[in-house]
């Protein structure tokens, strides 16, 4: 595979964007978080390894493989976040959100929070190298209440 980038951006993707894991795992396939540019929406996608194909599944037959292990049927965009292959998603009508992952056929609901509720985004953070511990950041946009007030600072040399 020809890498003609500088020594900076190829230790990036080498290492942190697509890790090796081992010669007896090779890698599959791409899961990646694309947006629409029509509608500004974002979605799952998934590109077959070239280097594997008679192992790689299909982009329709992963779409199938982490479908089946939610409870409800996914559109395109209760997708979240994607992080070394495990799925973030939001059920839209509650905001329940679930963590899956198609490799071992597991999805887990994270427990509901009202102190969550005015959530408007969240990301997964997971490295298995690390921790085999993922953790599910949100960021919460609304309104503080009461309104921050505005202190003026004046420094005096």
Known sequence: MLKSVCKCW???ITDACVPKISDSSPLRGFIYHALRVRSGKTYIDYIPCAMTPAVAPEPHEFVKS???LLPFEPARGDFLDC???LL???EGSISQYYVCNPVTKQ???IPRDFMLENICSAALAFDPFKSPHYKVVCFDYS???PPPKIARVLIRD
Do not use: Q, T
């Open 143 to 145: 309104e503080p209440k």
């Open 107 to 109: 999805c887990v609901a």
């Open 88 to 90: 973030l998603f939001v």
């Open 66 to 68: 982490y479908s089946s």
């Open 83 to 85: 992080c070394n292959c």
């Open 10 to 12: 190829n230790n990036l």
